[in-house]
């Protein structure tokens, strides 16, 4: 890694130690030096041999003059009392920095440095601060809409106690609106809110909360762009602002897939540094009439009877999922319909090539090429013009327990790993998952891979397609067979001796992020990075260490200012 020059560097004090202190334009450094004080000083020696710390520039989240910050504490009624070191050296300032923690879990630390005089005080705040305004994609105003019924209803309190105060030290102003019914926020957005004033929209809550955010911004998008929404082939406009998500939900498997932890610091703190992360967003249609947007899963079958039947039990809070899933599993329904889809190509992988999507993936970076969209483009004209021309389309006609859909990995606590492993967030693809019809037994098994690490695609009732659009048609019988009858129903007919009996079929419901669409015929298309998160990607573990040499900055490099 090339080496930088140091742009400030003086000997402080910490903690009753005397430090070197050292500042890049990648990081700020410190470490013990030699030193002899008096005890009654309050200076101990330390060794050389001492460790070092480095913070990465980026890291950073503020820099204050410690006196303003133990005002703030005075308010709030836990201020510390004075050391001897604060009496010795009053002049002194407080970094606050991420800290890595458990894994993909950060917290916000501080770390205080004395000094000799009130004027070097505030070099350092100058300097620290002079580097921070460097980061333009800092938002500096937000909109936040708090939702205060999901979940176990503690997103007043999350917000107050655990993310407000870091806005706050980071100087960020935010307009919170705490919403009072469903599609509160989504409805504000779409028509009310004055978007101009803000640098991005922060929702606290569940998957839900997310969803009714990302339907106002988006809409109101097009709306001020003039594009239809109800056109499936309409090219939709990407959103300008960012969104940040505070989980405070059920599951919050979008963050989870995004930052790879549900904890709201972690997600304050991403959004704080500004960081950005393209998403996908498929837009489902019926016929000519826009439903809705999807950025996680799209669930046929046993996912819509699951959510169908949970949506009677709202009584019981969280727990109405694992009931409704123990008797949507028994009731072990299937599907009779027909799948089409456009097959995704030109290198954008697999959903078995076990290639993660994680910070800074190199799938996700790749932008489709204008070549790519015009081939898209001609094969929804051909599908559209003519049923019987198919250009690059494939269609599968079965008996079906699940079709799911997912845009990304839909990882959550309960599965590490997701429904799709390899999906990714920002390619233009989303994986089609079949299920065929098959025994509870092996259904069963293919639910339990969810939570390993076992393929859950390792099945010959199985089926994935990486794929950009899909259309799915149910199909309905008027007579099935004794045979269909007895298998979908777990009885036999009374009537054992006629061939077929009357049962009126009926088709299952789609969920869509965890709502449930009116229609079961559908068209499914996505759109490519049509949002961007406050988030970076799961990282994985060798990036959350330090890059940079810890013992780099001291070398002997030319220095824009000394102390």
């Given at each position: 890694?090339?080496?930088?020059?140091?742009?400030?560097?003086?000997?402080?004090?910490?903690?009753?130690?005397?430090?070197?202190?050292?500042?890049?334009?990648?990081?700020?450094?410190?470490?013990?030096?030699?030193?002899?004080?008096?005890?009654?000083?309050?200076?101990?020696?330390?060794?050389?041999?001492?460790?070092?710390?480095?913070?990465?520039?980026?890291?950073?989240?503020?820099i204050c003059n410690t006196k303003d910050d133990d005002q703030d504490n005075v308010e709030t009624r836990r201020g510390p009392k004075k050391s001897k070191l604060d009496q010795l050296y009053p002049h002194s300032?407080?970094?606050?920095?991420?800290?890595?923690?458990?894994?993909?879990?950060?917290?916000?630390?501080?770390?205080?440095?004395?000094?000799?005089?009130?004027?070097?005080?505030?070099?350092?705040?100058?300097?620290?601060?002079?580097?921070?305004?460097?980061?333009?994609?800092?938002?500096?105003?937000?909109?936040?809409?708090?939702?205060?019924?999901?979940?176990?209803?503690?997103?007043?309190?999350?917000?107050?106690?655990?993310?407000?105060?870091?806005?706050?030290?980071?100087?960020?102003?935010?307009?919170?609106?705490?919403?009072?019914?469903?599609?509160?926020?989504?409805?504000?957005?779409?028509?009310?809110?004055?978007?101009?004033?803000?640098?991005?929209?922060?929702?606290?809550?569940?998957?839900?909360?997310?969803?009714?955010?990302?339907?106002?911004?988006?809409?109101?998008?097009?709306?001020?762009?003039?594009?239809?929404?109800?056109?499936?082939?309409?090219?939709?406009?990407?959103?300008?602002?960012?969104?940040?998500?505070?989980?405070?939900?059920?599951?919050?498997?979008?963050?989870?897939?995004?930052?790879?932890?549900?904890?709201?610091?972690?997600?304050?703190?991403?959004?704080?540094?500004?960081?950005?992360?393209?998403?996908?967003?498929?837009?489902?249609?019926?016929?000519?009439?826009?439903?809705?947007?999807?950025?996680?899963?799209?669930?046929?079958?046993?996912?819509?009877?699951?959510?169908?039947?949970?949506?009677?039990?709202?009584?019981?809070?969280?727990?109405?999922?694992?009931?409704?899933?123990?008797?949507?599993?028994?009731?072990?329904?299937?599907?009779?319909?027909?799948?089409?889809?456009?097959?995704?190509?030109?290198?954008?992988?697999?959903?078995?090539?076990?290639?993660?999507?994680?910070?800074?993936?190199?799938?996700?970076?790749?932008?489709?090429?204008?070549?790519?969209?015009?081939?898209?483009?001609?094969?929804?004209?051909?599908?559209?013009?003519?049923?019987?021309?198919?250009?690059?389309?494939?269609?599968?006609?079965?008996?079906?327990?699940?079709?799911?859909?997912?845009?990304?990995?839909?990882?959550?606590?309960r599965s590490p790993k997701g429904l799709s492993p390899s999906a990714h967030l920002a390619d233009g693809t989303m994986d089609l998952i079949l299920v065929r019809k098959c025994s509870r037994l092996n259904f069963?098994?293919?639910?339990?891979?969810?939570?390993?690490?076992?393929?859950?695609?390792?099945?010959?009732?199985?089926?994935?397609?990486?794929?950009?659009?899909?259309?799915?048609?149910?199909q309905h019988h008027d007579l099935v067979s004794l045979e269909d009858l007895s298998e979908k129903t777990g009885f036999n007919p009374l009537c054992s001796l006629q061939t077929a009996c009357n049962y009126s079929?009926?088709?299952?419901?789609?969920?869509?992020?965890?709502?449930?669409?009116?229609?079961?015929?559908?068209?499914?298309?996505?759109?490519?990075?049509?949002?961007?998160?406050?988030?970076?990607?799961?990282?994985?573990?060798?990036?959350?260490?330090?890059?940079?040499?810890?013992?780099?900055?001291?070398?002997?490099?030319?220095?824009?200012?000394?102390?």
């Amino acid at each position: 890694m090339e080496k930088q020059p140091r742009l400030f560097s003086s000997n402080l004090f910490q903690e009753y130690r005397q430090v070197e202190v050292v500042l890049n334009r990648c990081v700020l450094a410190w470490k013990e030096t030699d030193t002899s004080r008096t005890p009654n000083c309050g200076i101990i020696s330390i060794p050389e041999t001492a460790d070092s710390h480095v913070v990465q520039v980026c890291d950073i989240v503020a820099i204050c003059n410690t006196k303003d910050d133990d005002q703030d504490n005075v308010e709030t009624r836990r201020g510390p009392k004075k050391s001897k070191l604060d009496q010795l050296y009053p002049h002194s300032f407080t970094v606050s920095y991420i800290r890595r923690t458990r894994r993909h879990q950060w917290c916000c630390s501080d770390v205080t440095f004395h000094c000799t005089s009130q004027g070097l005080c505030e070099q350092w705040i100058h300097v620290i601060n002079e580097q921070l305004s460097l980061f333009t994609n800092r938002p500096k105003r937000l909109l936040v809409y708090i939702n205060p019924y999901g979940g176990k209803q503690l997103g007043n309190r999350i917000y107050e106690q655990k993310v407000a105060p870091l806005f706050r030290r980071a100087c960020i102003s935010s307009n919170v609106i705490v919403t009072e019914r469903a599609n509160h926020a989504r409805d504000h957005l779409r028509t009310e809110a004055d978007l101009d004033k803000y640098d991005g929209v922060v929702c606290v809550g569940g998957d839900g909360m997310f969803s009714e955010i990302l339907h106002g911004l988006v809409t109101r998008t097009q709306i001020d762009n003039g594009v239809d929404q109800n056109q499936p082939d309409a090219e939709l406009v990407p959103c300008s602002l960012h969104i940040g998500i505070i989980p405070a939900g059920s599951t919050d498997c979008i963050c989870f897939a995004t930052v790879g932890s549900n904890d709201p610091v972690t997600s304050a703190l991403h959004i704080i540094v500004g960081d950005s992360h393209p998403m996908d967003v498929c837009s489902v249609h019926h016929g000519d009439v826009f439903l809705r947007y999807s950025v996680s899963l799209l669930g046929y079958g046993f996912y819509g009877d699951l959510l169908t039947d949970s949506e009677r039990k709202r009584w019981l809070g969280p727990a109405r999922y694992d009931l409704s899933g123990v008797k949507t599993f028994l009731d072990h329904n299937y599907y009779e319909g027909t799948v089409s889809f456009l097959p995704a190509e030109n290198n954008v992988g697999t959903p078995r090539d076990k290639l993660l999507c994680r910070s800074g993936c190199c799938v996700c970076q790749r932008k489709p090429s204008s070549k790519d969209n015009k081939q898209w483009k001609m094969s929804e004209e051909l599908e559209t013009s003519d049923k019987d021309i198919s250009y690059g389309w494939n269609a599968i006609n079965g008996k079906f327990i699940a079709i799911n859909a997912a845009n990304m990995s839909c990882a959550c606590p309960r599965s590490p790993k997701g429904l799709s492993p390899s999906a990714h967030l920002a390619d233009g693809t989303m994986d089609l998952i079949l299920v065929r019809k098959c025994s509870r037994l092996n259904f069963l098994r293919h639910l339990l891979r969810h939570t390993n690490k076992d393929d859950q695609f390792d099945h010959s009732f199985v089926e994935v397609h990486r794929v950009r659009k899909f259309h799915f048609q149910p199909q309905h019988h008027d007579l099935v067979s004794l045979e269909d009858l007895s298998e979908k129903t777990g009885f036999n007919p009374l009537c054992s001796l006629q061939t077929a009996c009357n049962y009126s079929t009926t088709h299952s419901s789609w969920t869509c992020d965890g709502e449930i669409l009116p229609h079961a015929a559908i068209q499914v298309s996505v759109q490519c990075q049509l949002i961007r998160l406050f988030a970076r990607g799961i990282e994985e573990e060798q990036q959350q260490r330090m890059f940079e040499d810890p013992f780099a900055a001291w070398t002997p490099e030319p220095s824009l200012y000394l102390s």
